[in-house]
């Protein structure tokens, strides 16, 4: 049903463009415009593809003289392209290969802000593509701080604090091998918190959310010698997360995030001054919220999220069971030393 309607969309769409009292120019920018509203809505990949085929319609009525024109509907195509679930790195190259091929015209006639978006849209692809092997991640690292020559933190606060968190989650993605691991470690933080200056709960809700939940992720699993600190940093990152990210609003971004909090309680003593007392408590808590992710992932199809949640829930159960078994026999112990 929903790919009959896009199709139907579409149609529509191509009709409306096909407006001989308007510019084969006015046309393609009508095209490019209605591409965006496909991807503006609720993600699917019949609307991505839809997007596409826009896109491509756009190009082919574009006049060729119209070097700027063309070469934002190629970068919006980019985008399209980047945004849609595969399994293999297809699209990704093909987002690569039309921002590579739209910057040049973009840089020399179009706004610094469309050059700076293109740039921060090419490192995630190089990004996403180095996670595979098919690019650098220093490549990625290296758009990223292009494109922070234009998105400076006074002018473009969301954008700056976006590439902030895309500059730290670059660096985390390196393989820690040696000691530089560590500085990059800490360079992430930084990152992190730097782009959270610039942004605040009320105004950048989305990106705040963002920062704070990828701050937590950053903090729990640094290398460093202050593990339950970190911990209780990141618990109340998430907390900050949380306060944007609701079950009902945002289920999925909060399905990941008391997903990254269990992780971090699963770690942590329920009372940091006495850890030989244990973490029986914050077990729990972290199983109580891995079955709430699980069941919200398996609902909104995400189901390589479920998968692994499922496998944390039959390991905590497991770490659980050892705990209470050890638990019951000390006691029996006790009881049984006990003079009658």
């Not at 096909?18 to 120019?25: E, M, W």
């Not at 560590?182 to 950048?204: S, T």
Request: hydrophobic residues 45%.
């Amino acid at each position: 049903m929903v790919g009959n309607r896009v199709s139907e969309e579409v149609r529509a769409a191509l009709a409306a463009a096909d407006d001989h009292a308007a510019s084969f120019g006015e046309r393609a920018e009508m095209l490019m415009e209605m591409a965006m509203d496909f991807q503006q809505r609720p993600k699917s990949r019949d609307q991505f593809q839809a997007a596409i085929q826009l896109y491509d319609k756009a190009l082919e009525i574009c006049p060729e003289e119209q070097q700027l024109l063309r070469a934002r509907i190629i970068a919006r195509k980019g985008t399209a392209l980047e945004a849609i679930p595969e399994q293999g790195t297809a699209a990704l190259e093909r987002a690569r290969s039309a921002f590579e091929e739209a910057m040049p015209i973009l840089g020399e006639l179009g706004l610094p802000a469309e050059y700076a978006e293109a740039e921060m849209n090419l490192g995630v692809v190089l990004q996403n593509l180095a996670g595979m092997g098919r690019a650098r991640i220093a490549d990625a690292i290296s758009a990223y701080q292009r494109a922070l020559r234009i998105f400076d933190r006074i002018r473009y606060p969301r954008e700056f604090a976006i590439l902030q968190s895309n500059l730290a989650t670059a660096f985390l993605s390196m393989p820690f091998t040696d000691e530089s691991g560590k500085m990059r470690e800490a360079l992430a933080v930084q990152a992190f918190e730097e782009g959270l200056k610039v942004v605040n709960l009320i105004d950048h809700p989305a990106e705040y959310a963002m920062l704070q939940n990828n701050l937590g992720n950053a903090l729990q699993y640094a290398s460093s010698s202050h593990a339950v600190e970190n911990n209780l940093r990141a618990l109340e990152a998430y907390d900050e997360a949380l306060k944007v990210r609701g079950r009902n609003t945002a289920p999925v971004e909060y399905a990941n995030t008391i997903s990254n909090r269990a992780n971090c309680l699963w770690n942590l003593p329920d009372d940091p001054a006495e850890p030989e007392r244990g973490n029986h408590a914050n077990l729990a808590q972290a199983r109580r919220s891995y079955i709430e992710a699980h069941t919200i992932f398996m609902a909104h199809g995400e189901l390589d999220k479920a998968g692994m949640v499922a496998t944390a829930i039959e390991e905590i159960e497991r770490e659980i069971l050892a705990l209470n078994a050890i638990s019951n026999l000390s006691r029996a112990n006790g009881a049984s030393e006990c003079p009658c």
